[in-house]
């Protein structure tokens, strides 16, 4: 996690300096993109919020997401990554959300994708979205990757 601190440390200077916020809503990276986040002294002037939103159960109580708002949307695609960025932006009044859903590993998820396979989304003033595969079946690797790739797309989406 030291590692990410830099990447985390430039997206805490912008925030602050815009008086911007941001909430997490993550399930591969189990947590460790809000964990990075705070781990900035100073967090609580941007950091609203978020929730490891691992399973179904989770999207319909914590962000309060029904299932007809997903209907016809893959867990695990970009689309899913845009829904979780979008709404717990909303549910905690951020200016930015980020969304991460994936299949960390050692295998792959029940819709198909590989271990290795992420999709993350910065949804604010400006809209990013990617899909990451890593090809590697490592879990706690993934969740690094993972969670340096959704810094590095917040990151770039400041700029």
Not at 29 to 56: D, E, K, M, N
């Amino acid at each position: 996690m030291r590692e990410l601190i830099p990447i985390a440390e430039q997206i805490a200077a912008r925030l602050k300096e815009r008086r911007e916020t941001v909430a997490v809503s993550e399930s591969s990276t189990g947590g460790l993109i809000s964990a990075v986040l705070l781990a900035v002294p100073g967090a609580s002037a941007y950091f609203l919020g978020g929730g490891v939103i691992y399973t179904q159960a989770a999207r319909r109580g914590i962000l309060q997401v029904p299932d007809e708002a997903v209907k016809g949307i893959r867990s695990s695609s970009e689309p899913y990554a845009l829904v979780k960025a979008r709404t717990i932006r909303e549910r905690v009044g951020a200016t930015w959300g980020i969304g991460e859903t994936g299949a960390t590993g050692p295998t792959g998820n029940r819709y198909g994708d590989k271990p290795g396979h992420s999709c993350l989304a910065v949804v604010g003033p400006s809209e990013k979205v990617i899909t990451l595969e890593t090809g590697d079946s490592d879990r706690v690797t993934n969740m690094e990757v993972f969670t340096k790739a959704a810094l590095e797309l917040f990151a770039s989406a400041l700029r």
